[in-house]
């Protein structure tokens, strides 16, 4: 039944979950359906529609064990949520961020922003230590205040060890910041077992949503200690009630959203999580994308032509599997891949294969023959 969720067309092979995720029949459903009820009735029917932001809002908290859905806020993207936090936290000059050379421009660029403020960003080389986790570690000082990190890196797949990262956070008295986006939708996650501060992730990815919204958690005990920057009717404690004068900030999460809510990508997102949670259930998706990335591995390690970038032991395994092909430019393999109709990204120094749980052994096959070919094509021509 999943699997139906999913009517891609027979030329396509979809392999880039981790960069915009392929929408399930019941999210294209839900989002016409929205549409169609705006051309027809406007918006007659808005308290339904404030029901169904209410359900997403518990399916996110549900999907990061989250304490309360209070502790969720709906956002527009990762990056919003990261400036948020970065722009709420009070800095003084000589305080640390500490980030690693891995991540993506996002979990970067919104720390070494704050550098004008006096703020020092310390970039780590992940492989400066024995393990990826003992590089951040050693990098915590006295003057850090935040280690940001994604949970899967995007360019190379590698699956970081929040748990270790977690508790070193707490031994150092700093705050700890996740970037879930290349987990959530494809891997479990349990932020009451994690311990984290701040876990942020856009829903168009592993989640399977659209473009344009987003979760930002926060602990609640830490609500109140972030500066406000966006301001608005949506964020007050009686936001109901328009002719109010006095006004606070509402006391849940709902304190960052700052305007009306994207209700369009509500539906969407809601509908996605519903195929994600209900039909098949994460521990089983968990299972398919793991399965997936295995298989990928297999026949990839197997190759003559090809060779793999990504770090292939159990613990490091995400939905994300890179390879090069020694001697081809992995660009121009990228290019003949997509130009055939495997979806896939250039990232990490090579291809990035992302399949999420409903792609079939058969396809993933098809895919990794298909870069065998074109690789010998490419070095035959070079």
């Given at each position: 039944?999943?699997?139906?969720?999913?009517?891609?067309?027979?030329?396509v092979?979809?392999?880039?979950?981790?960069?915009?995720?392929?929408?399930?029949?019941?999210?294209?459903?839900?989002?016409?359906?929205?549409?169609?009820?705006?051309?027809?009735?406007?918006?007659?029917r808005?308290?339904?529609?404030?029901?169904?932001?209410?359900?997403?809002?518990?399916?996110?908290?549900?999907?990061?064990?989250?304490?309360?859905?209070?502790?969720?806020?709906?956002?527009?993207?990762?990056?919003?949520?990261?400036?948020?936090?970065?722009?709420?936290?009070?800095?003084?000059?000589?305080?640390?961020?500490?980030?690693?050379?891995?991540?993506?421009?996002?979990?970067?660029?919104?720390?070494?922003?704050?550098?004008?403020?006096?703020v020092?960003?310390?970039?780590?080389?992940?492989?400066?230590?024995?393990?990826?986790?003992?590089?951040?570690?050693?990098?915590?000082?006295p003057?850090?205040r935040?280690?940001?990190?994604?949970?899967?890196?995007?360019?190379?797949?590698?699956?970081?060890?929040?748990?270790?990262?977690?508790?070193?956070?707490?031994?150092?008295?700093?705050?700890?910041?996740?970037?879930?986006?290349?987990?959530?939708?494809?891997?479990?996650?349990?932020?009451?077992?994690?311990?984290?501060?701040f876990?942020?992730?856009?829903?168009?990815?592993?989640?399977?949503?659209?473009?344009?919204?987003?979760?930002?958690?926060?602990?609640?005990d830490?609500?109140?200690?972030?500066?406000?920057?966006?301001?608005g009717?949506?964020?007050?404690?009686?936001?109901?009630?328009?002719?109010?004068?006095?006004?606070?900030?509402?006391a849940?999460?709902?304190?960052?959203?700052?305007?009306?809510?994207?209700?369009?990508?509500v539906?969407?997102?809601?509908?996605?999580?519903?195929?994600?949670?209900?039909d098949?259930?994460?521990?089983?998706?968990?299972?398919?994308?793991?399965?997936?990335?295995?298989?990928?591995?297999?026949?990839?390690?197997?190759?003559?032509?090809?060779?793999?970038?990504?770090?292939?032991?159990?613990?490091?395994?995400?939905?994300?599997?890179?390879?090069a092909?020694?001697?081809?430019?992995?660009?121009?393999?990228?290019?003949?891949?997509?130009?055939?109709?495997?979806?896939?990204?250039?990232?990490?120094?090579?291809?990035?294969?992302?399949?999420?749980?409903?792609?079939?052994?058969?396809?993933?096959?098809?895919?990794?023959?298909?870069?065998?070919?074109?690789?010998?094509?490419?070095?035959?021509?070079?």
């Amino acid at each position: 039944m999943a699997h139906s969720q999913f009517p891609q067309d027979a030329d396509v092979v979809y392999l880039n979950h981790a960069g915009v995720g392929a929408w399930p029949r019941r999210t294209a459903d839900a989002v016409a359906a929205f549409a169609r009820e705006n051309a027809q009735r406007g918006a007659a029917r808005y308290p339904q529609w404030l029901e169904t932001e209410k359900l997403l809002r518990q399916r996110l908290a549900d999907l990061v064990n989250a304490p309360s859905v209070d502790d969720i806020a709906l956002v527009k993207n990762t990056s919003e949520a990261l400036s948020l936090i970065a722009y709420g936290l009070d800095w003084a000059p000589g305080d640390e961020v500490v980030i690693n050379r891995r991540e993506f421009p996002s979990n970067r660029i919104v720390w070494e922003s704050l550098q004008d403020q006096g703020v020092v960003v310390r970039d780590v080389d992940l492989g400066d230590g024995e393990t990826p986790e003992d590089a951040l570690i050693t990098a915590l000082g006295p003057r850090t205040r935040l280690l940001a990190v994604s949970a899967v890196q995007y360019g190379d797949g590698l699956r970081m060890d929040l748990d270790r990262l977690s508790g070193a956070c707490r031994e150092h008295g700093v705050l700890f910041c996740v970037d879930a986006i290349q987990q959530l939708g494809a891997l479990r996650f349990d932020l009451q077992a994690l311990d984290a501060d701040f876990v942020v992730a856009d829903g168009h990815k592993w989640l399977l949503g659209p473009e344009g919204l987003g979760l930002f958690y926060c602990r609640a005990d830490l609500r109140g200690q972030l500066r406000l920057t966006q301001y608005g009717w949506h964020m007050v404690a009686d936001a109901g009630n328009y002719d109010t004068v006095a006004w606070e900030p509402a006391a849940t999460a709902r304190r960052f959203e700052c305007g009306s809510p994207n209700l369009l990508g509500v539906h969407g997102l809601e509908a996605s999580l519903a195929v994600l949670q209900d039909d098949v259930g994460m521990a089983a998706v968990e299972a398919g994308v793991l399965a997936n990335a295995r298989h990928l591995l297999s026949r990839l390690e197997s190759s003559s032509l090809l060779h793999v970038v990504s770090d292939p032991s159990a613990d490091r395994l995400s939905g994300i599997v890179v390879f090069a092909a020694p001697g081809v430019d992995s660009k121009a393999l990228y290019r003949g891949l997509m130009a055939e109709g495997i979806i896939c990204a250039a990232r990490g120094g090579g291809v990035r294969f992302s399949p999420h749980f409903y792609l079939e052994p058969a396809q993933l096959d098809y895919a990794v023959e298909r870069a065998e070919a074109l690789a010998a094509n490419l070095r035959a021509s070079a």
